[in-house]
């Protein structure tokens, strides 16, 4: 039984392009991120929602907006896209991280490789 | 601002070796934690390292925690291809206990 799943797992589009990709959790956490990672594989996070409020945003183009139409999901919507987007982006969750600060573990799915064209 | 740095970025080395690799901090982490991310994959959780000075064993990786908890080490004795992969640390931040991420440290494992 998958964990936390992303669709889709590769992404080819050209420049200017709208893309979305899904994540769904199983786990029944109320913590879900988005991460970027580049192609020097620095893991950057990106969105933090709890229960579906945005919680954190670190400094990301408004061209990315996500989404969470209920607590086990987190999609990620990205306008006009740019040929520096291109990375593996991975969606992860966890317990609220307040709830046990010291062994707050994240579960990451699988990625998904952008390519911008 | 709390920043954690990994060191080497990249260690290649043959099957059988003994490797340490390292995650610093000059502030001090309630906690931290080893991911391994293997290649196409998403980071998996192997430890967490809570009390300054502890050691924790997992097979053949041994993990340390700095006294003055601003440090820790994984060891892996008799390296293995399989222990191929991308080796991160994370820790939470005082502010928010949101994790703060190394930049990894990139081992393979030549058979």
């Known amino acids: 039984d998958t964990a936390v799943s992303q669709t889709p797992k590769y992404l080819v589009t050209q420049m200017g392009n709208d893309k979305s990709i899904k994540c769904e959790q199983n786990l029944g956490h109320d913590t879900m991120y988005w991460y970027k990672q580049d192609s020097k594989k620095f893991l950057k996070i990106m969105f933090s929602?709890?229960?579906?409020?945005?919680?954190i945003n670190e400094t990301v183009p408004n061209r990315f907006s996500p989404k969470s139409p209920d607590k086990a999901h987190l999609n990620l919507h990205i306008n006009s896209l740019e040929l520096g987007d291109s990375a593996v982006y991975f969606c992860?969750?966890?317990?609220?991280?307040?709830?046990?600060?010291?062994?707050?573990?994240?579960?990451f799915g699988p990625g998904t490789r952008l390519t911008v064209l | 601002t709390q920043l954690l740095e990994q060191s080497p970025q990249f260690l290649s080395i043959q099957e059988g070796e003994n490797l340490t690799v390292y995650c610093n901090s000059s502030?001090?982490?309630?906690?931290l934690q080893w991911y391994r991310q293997e290649p196409g994959e998403g980071p998996v959780l192997l430890v967490t390292v809570v009390t300054g000075g502890e050691v924790k064993k997992l097979k053949r990786l041994t993990f340390q925690f700095g006294d003055a908890r601003k440090d820790s080490s994984l060891h892996i004795t008799a390296a293995q291809p399989g222990d191929t992969g991308l080796y991160l640390c994370?820790?939470?931040?005082?502010?928010?206990?949101?994790?703060?991420w190394g930049a990894g440290t990139k081992l393979i494992i030549k058979p």
């Open positions: 502030s001090v982490f309630s906690s």
């Open positions: 992860a969750s966890s317990p609220p991280p307040a709830f046990d600060p010291l062994y707050n573990e994240q579960f």
């Open positions: 929602y709890n229960n579906k409020e945005l919680i």
């Open positions: 994370a820790g939470p931040q005082d502010s928010n206990y949101q994790l703060i």
